[in-house]
């Protein structure tokens, strides 16, 4: 096929940077701190097994055959049971839907809602996939600062009456990939904004479950119920990836009525429905009351890695790398310094890396505009604590 029959707006997008970097890692012994992955060492394998089964022994006709585009209702009824749980006072099953994972619904909502020349709103850095989603779909994508209290309102509400916005997209807890965490008084803030300005914010929330000790503000959905108004204006992107499996795609949209019955058409007509026997099979395990446990596991493994991390960082590279602690999730984000001379280009500073063994992936390609050279994201999730130290004593070799 030649170039000029493909879509013009794939121009406006280029292969993720990240998976990109993952063709460089078949080096034996090379440690990764590039990906945003789950360790898969940490799956409740024993529990999703027990539920596949149930789920195959309880209904197997459901969980074989196809289904509605919504989702499969019992597992509908968890999700709002497990947001409820979460603080969410007032959630039907009727209210969300399910989706193949949430990188689905933030694709859902591209199509619902923004037209060519639209202008987005979104964190700076931001989940990279966002920025490609929207720019697929024809949105300007406007950058907004974030600092470690997450995104500037005060910055954000200038950016919104200059630029009317169609969307405003944020990760408050735990971002990716800032690691940073938005203060309630700022989430408050957010939802006010929203009213006030008649635009819809869409938070993603795929890492809020994993805080390290004490847990995160309320997300913006559960706090909508205190700001009047604002539910007419927000959009909640869920996830089973990073706190359950990747593997099982479950993710799901809450989103005001009108907006949820169109991503639901969109939906049908892009893969009819989420797998059901992933969905019954969630269902399963959520119903037997596994999650708790599960959670509990994660979070004590991934605050030990990351505290190995900082410890080793500090040691290793001193006053090279500035950060702040994140409270939870799984990425730690580094701004390099220039002291003593040392290297400032991330860019460059990954390639010497892959010459020593490690990896990670430099913060350019996560800002819309206005890109930090300086910056870049490590990953604690996915390496045990003595590749952590190896990695970044690797790391410290590079910056040399």
């Not at 929330?205 to 539910?231: E, H, I, K, M, T």
């Amino acid at each position: 096929m030649k170039t000029e029959q493909l879509a013009q707006r794939l121009d406006r997008v280029e292969t993720s940077a990240i998976r990109e970097l993952f063709k460089l890692l078949g080096k034996p012994g090379i440690v990764s701190f590039a990906g945003g992955f789950p360790d898969s060492a940490l799956f409740d394998v024993a529990g999703l097994q027990a539920a596949s089964q149930q789920a195959l022994t309880q209904d197997p006709g459901a969980a074989l055959q196809y289904g509605a585009t919504e989702g499969y209702q019992p597992l509908r009824e968890q999700i709002a049971r497990f947001m409820q749980a979460k603080g969410v006072s007032s959630l039907a099953a009727q209210e969300l839907i399910v989706t193949t994972g949430s990188q689905q619904a933030l694709d859902l909502l591209g199509k619902c809602l923004i037209d060519e020349g639209d202008k987005v709103i979104v964190e700076g850095p931001t989940f990279l996939a966002t920025i490609q989603c929207f720019r697929l779909y024809g949105a300007e994508v406007i950058s907004a600062p974030i600092d470690a209290e997450g995104v500037q309102v005060d910055a954000l509400e200038q950016l919104i009456i200059e630029h009317r916005p169609k969307l405003i997209y944020t990760i408050p807890t735990f971002g990716n990939p800032s690691g940073a965490t938005l203060s309630l008084e700022r989430r408050k803030r957010l939802l006010e904004l929203a009213v006030r300005h008649q635009v819809l914010v869409v938070e993603d929330d795929p890492y809020g479950d994993l805080y390290f000790d004490a847990p995160p503000p309320p997300s913006l959905l559960a706090l909508s119920a205190q700001v009047p108004g604002s539910r007419d204006f927000l959009a909640h992107c869920g996830s089973l990836s990073k706190v359950l499996s990747p593997g099982l795609r479950i993710g799901w949209l809450i989103a005001p009525p009108e907006l949820l019955a169109k991503a639901v058409m969109c939906k049908q007509f892009s893969d009819a429905h989420t797998s059901t026997f992933a969905q019954a099979t969630a269902a399963q395990y959520l119903a037997a009351g596994h999650m708790p446990a599960a959670l509990a596991k994660v979070r004590k493994v991934y605050a030990e890695r990351a505290q190995v991390m900082m410890q080793a960082l500090r040691e290793e590279l001193g006053d090279a790398v500035q950060f702040t602690a994140p409270q939870g999730g799984l990425f730690l984000w580094l701004r390099l310094t220039g002291a003593d001379g040392k290297l400032t280009d991330a860019a460059m500073l990954a390639q010497r890396a892959i010459e020593q063994g490690v990896a990670f992936v430099p913060g350019a390609p996560f800002f819309s505009q206005h890109p930090d050279t300086a910056s870049l994201r490590l990953s604690f999730a996915t390496a045990d604590e003595e590749k952590i130290r190896e990695g970044v004593r690797r790391l410290s070799r590079a910056l040399a």
